[in-house]
């Protein structure tokens, strides 16, 4: 019965597979509150009820890959592509700073080389410079060599996000180019736990041939791979891509109940980790990231950008915010956090208590 297994996370015992699984699967009206009031009793318990912000910068639509999903593949000629300044970085996480959100999170498609490599390397240490040293910095910038990912740390970048995508190697196959290889990207997700970030990873929800079993996988990979932060959400399709193009239809509130469930299942299964409500469960809902904050996650991540080049930004069709700035959408977004009961950690780079749990251990093992 579902109920167990709810009082037993609930009663600080780690859940199987198996028990993931079963807990996916509910369906009905009722069973899906007490799913979801479970795992926001365990946040309450774990990380609070204060939502970690982070300005969330995208800086270029570039990408040298071509997920068969996404709308900035490289292979999508009708969008136009952007670059945005050094300057421009800076006075997004300069606004960042000035609302007191503590960290900002510099996300864009994948370069490799060296002209990028260096661009990133200058501006990550001139947001640390700028700041005094106030503001975190996550990276989003996908599979790097190791020497990349160590020379982005030691210019002041702290967390890494890497989707995994998909843990189930056959699926992540069918969703990816033949020159895209899963081994590659667990190296990667190692390679940045071996520099010192706060690692994250995640996964899409409700892939075409994508299974409960799968979805369970995912979140035993998570587990498996101790990660400090997890940032999922539902797949959508957008036109201009091969996957989108084959599976066009879907249904938003189904897809929104799936990746609800999945926050919520992986809150109780990893506790003490952050979990994003991501920006695809608000294109699903108005409500959708308030709704991800009550089914168990703990970060949101604002635009702090310039509205400019948000239209060129889409990975996937009706992604929200377009064309509100930074200032109006912290109005509205304090105001709708406000109303379901949470509070804003200002001025808080927001590492998960996870992580400071892990580091305790490993120092602890180390012998003097
Ligand atoms: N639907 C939902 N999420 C998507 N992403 C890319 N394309 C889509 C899509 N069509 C996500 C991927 C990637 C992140 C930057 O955006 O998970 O890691
Ligand atoms: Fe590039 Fe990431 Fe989109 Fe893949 S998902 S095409 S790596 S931006």
Same mark, same amino acid.
């Not at 780690?14 to 509150?33: D, F, G, I, T």
């Not at 989707?163 to 997700?189: A, T």
């Not at 506790?271 to 920006?279: G, K």
């Given at each position: ?43 309450? +318990? ?16 570039? %990408?040298?890959?071509?997920? %068969? ?288 749990? +892990? ?10």
């Amino acid at each position: 019965m579902y109920q167990k297994l709810l009082q037993k996370a609930l009663a600080g015992h780690r859940l199987v597979r198996s028990e993931y699984r079963e807990l996916l699967a509910l369906e009905k009206p009722a069973e899906l509150a007490a799913l979801f009031q479970a795992a926001y009793q365990l946040k309450l +318990r774990t990380v609070g009820n204060r939502v970690r912000l982070r300005g969330l910068i995208e800086v270029a639509n570039y %990408c040298a890959k071509n997920c %068969c999903y996404c709308g900035i593949r490289r292979d999508n000629h009708a969008i136009r592509r952007y670059q945005l300044s050094a300057a421009e970085i800076l006075e997004a996480a300069v606004l960042a700073d000035r609302f007191g959100y503590g960290s900002v999170v510099l996300q864009a498609g994948e370069r490799e080389d060296d002209e990028w490599v260096g661009f990133i390397t200058e501006v990550v240490r001139r947001i640390k410079a700028d700041s005094s040293g106030r503001l975190g910095i996550t990276l989003s910038l996908g599979e790097q060599r190791e020497a990349v990912y160590r020379q982005w740390f030691e210019a002041g970048a702290h967390r890494y996000l890497l989707r995994i995508e998909s843990s189930v190697p056959e699926l992540y196959r069918r969703i990816h180019p033949p020159d895209h290889d899963y081994r590659r990207r667990l190296e990667c997700l190692r390679s940045l736990r071996r520099v010192g970030y706060q690692v994250g990873t995640g996964t899409m929800s409700d892939l075409p041939g994508q299974t409960l079993d799968d979805l369970a996988s995912d979140i035993a990979f998570f587990r498996e791979l101790d990660v400090d932060m997890i940032g999922m959400g539902p797949y959508i399709p957008h036109p201009d891509t091969p996957l989108g193009a084959a599976h066009p239809d879907f249904d938003a509130e189904k897809k929104l109940t799936l990746a609800l469930k999945m926050i919520a299942v992986t809150r109780l299964a990893l506790l003490d980790v952050n979990i994003a409500a991501t920006t695809a469960l608000q294109t699903l809902a108005a409500d959708g990231r308030e709704r991800g904050l009550l089914a168990g996650a703990n970060v949101i991540m604002p635009n702090v950008g310039e509205v400019a080049h948000r239209k060129d930004y889409l990975l996937y069709t009706n992604k929200p915010g377009l064309d509100e700035n930074a200032a109006v959408s912290r109005g509205k977004l304090e105001a709708s956090l406000h109303a379901i009961g949470e509070e804003i950690a200002y001025e808080d780079w927001g590492d998960s208590p996870h992580f400071a749990a +892990r580091r305790r251990a490993e120092r602890e093992s180390v012998p003097s």
